[in-house]
């Protein structure tokens, strides 16, 4: 780092004598491996660990019991935003061992950390301490809020933040997260993410037939019965499945999936079940798409709910607007990344991965990781490489709810490498399991994980202390959105402000039983397995 950058270089020494502390603390939150909304463990972590560092944490922020929001002020000067996440998946239970091995004790489908956002969370933690460090030996200006943002799988946190007004008066905000590539998105940002429970209740199921057709001594028991709740799930169920060619033309790379929450809850008798839930979540490049889905899912309910003398409510779990793009900022980010340099990897870690190979019957590789995890990538060639995968007319891609910062104050998307396997030829694809695995191996996180916190230290520190720098973000910003916040071309937060976060409802967790902790499906018993196949 050249000398005229001494704060700067502050913060890289730092991260220098803290990554072993670090690292640690990205092992325990990926021990944890807690889903959306269920996070308690690993919001207690971060909280803790900010707190001794000195920084005023707000627990629970936005109503949302695992977020957070923590706050360093240094007198006045630019407010710089960031944050962690740290949600796992169900279904995806990994130990970080080279073979397939879910979570000792724990059903074969409990959650686990994909991306993984446990990596996430802390290279972003690492560069905002490394920041506040410098911050302070140098006696640098400035505020930097570090957040703290469950249940991303199902973009839950940020929108309920930005419409409580948690995003408001930034000047800048980092987003980063784990990718092959080591890179930064250019104009191509992410899409939309919306998502709702639609809940079925059969409140008068004596009102589905004549009650003077029923004889006087005739036991209820045996009467005809309404459909109810669990034919009403069913039915949205299959509906949805086939009016989805109607939602819109294939085209956009739009997506729906659906998830059932509660059904019927075990009657079992000729009382019809009176309560079921489904969630639908659907992520599209365009908001007036995102429109039109939600009316089919809408009509859809509505109308087998007369079907099946069942009552239909709508329960919004988010609604995230679409990416916005700042080339100001991303540029100053990839300049950084440029003097932090790729990734490089240990002999441990890449024996970890020839091993994962190995198991799997192939020859292990001299080099088994792909080159795109240890070179950088510049944000125009991944943007070029982006784009062939879309239409032209279509300008975001996929889903993530940092876009919700986007709308609030200039904002970069930094990506660095969370490692991959390389394949032995074109076309083979390796079982998720391995990715997961090599997850929880420090050897092979850690090169990554910390690219990103001196790259995002870099850049905070850069717009802490170069006035023009921070200018150019903000100029950037206030053009695309027509005048800045409240601009002529700005969207507002799509939640509204009093709308209560979606934490009570049925969601996979870990539960406290007589039997001990388990995961919401119970662990079978290891002699029976999952069951007798057939």
């Given amino acids: 780092m050249p000398e005229r950058y001494p704060a700067k270089q502050a913060a890289m020494d730092y991260i220098d004598a803290n990554e072993q502390r670090l690292s640690d603390f990205d092992m325990e939150i990926w021990s944890h491996h807690e889903p959306a909304w269920r996070e308690y463990r690993s919001a207690k972590a971060y909280v803790d660990f900010l707190r001794d ?22 007198g006045n000067g630019p407010v710089i935003g960031g944050y962690a996440e740290y949600d796992a998946v169900p279904g995806n239970s990994q130990q970080a061992v080279p073979y397939q091995a879910p979570r000792e004790g ?28 410098a911050m302070i030996k140098h006696n640098i200006p400035g505020t930097l809020k570090f957040f703290g943002e469950p249940a ?31 890179s930064a998105a250019w104009e191509t940002h992410c899409g939309s993410y919306w998502s709702v429970v639609v809940t079925f209740e059969c409140k008068e199921p004596e009102k589905w037939i004549d009650p003077s057709l029923i004889p006087s001594f005739h036991s209820t028991h045996a009467s005809a019965r309404p459909p109810g709740a669990i034919d009403a799930l069913c039915l949205m ?13 294939k085209s956009g790379t739009w997506t729906l999936n659906e ?46 709910a007369a079907m099946t003398q069942c009552e239909a409510s709508i329960r919004w779990v988010t609604k995230t607007r679409v990416g916005l ?34 198991n799997l019957g192939l020859e292990p590789m001299e080099n088994p990781l792909p080159d795109v995890n240890t070179e950088l990538l510049n944000p125009r060639d991944y943007e070029a490489k982006t784009r062939t995968l879309l239409p032209e007319w279509q300008k975001n891609f996929t889903s993530d709810d940092y876009v919700e ?32 695995a090599m997850g929880g191996v420090p050897e092979l996180i850690d090169p ?27 100029a950037e910003f206030e053009e695309r959105t027509g005048g800045g916040v409240g601009g002529s071309k700005w969207v507002a937060p799509l939640i509204d402000s009093d709308y209560p976060p979606p934490v009570d409802l049925r969601w996979p967790e870990y539960v406290q039983t007589a039997r001990g902790e388990e995961w919401w499906i119970p662990t079978p018993d290891p002699r029976a397995g999952v069951g007798e196949k057939i």
Wanted: a negative charge.
């Fill in 237 to 249: 169920y299959t509906q949805t499945k086939y009016s989805k060619e109607a939602m819109f033309p």
């Fill in 152 to 182: 991303e799988k199902v973009c839950g946190s940020k929108p309920m933040h930005a419409a409580k007004g948690y995003y408001d008066g930034f000047d800048a905000f980092i987003a980063y997260h784990p990718h092959p590539n080591n």
């Fill in 53 to 74: 560092d000195g920084w005023d944490v707000e627990e629970g922020s936005g109503e949302m019991p695992t977020a957070f929001c923590a706050t360093f002020e240094n």
């Fill in 405 to 436: 910062y986007c709308w609030h104050a200039p904002t970069v998307r930094l990506f660095t490498a969370r490692p991959s396997l390389r394949p032995p030829e074109p076309g083979y694809a390796y079982p998720a399991w391995c990715r997961n």
């Fill in 448 to 474: 990554g994980m910390f690219v990103a916190g001196r790259t995002i230290a870099g850049t905070v520190m850069d717009l802490l202390t170069n006035e023009d720098e921070l200018k150019k973000c903000k």
């Fill in 325 to 358: 793009a700042n080339l100001a900022l991303t540029d100053l980010t990839w300049r950084n990344l440029e003097q932090v340099g790729p990734p490089t990897y240990n002999e441990k870690g890449l024996d970890f991965a020839r091993e994962i190979q190995k």
């Fill in 106 to 133: 724990m059903h074969p489908w409990a959650a686990g950390h994909t991306d993984p956002h446990s990596m996430l969370g802390v290279a972003s933690l690492t560069g905002f301490l490394a920041a506040k460090d």
């Fill in 259 to 304: 998830f059932i929450l509660a059904g019927g809850d075990a009657t079992s008798d000729n009382l019809p079940p009176r309560f079921s839930q489904i969630q639908y979540s659907w992520r599209s490049p365009d908001l007036n798409i995102q429109e039109q889905i939600y009316r089919v899912i809408e009509q859809n309910a509505k109308h087998i």
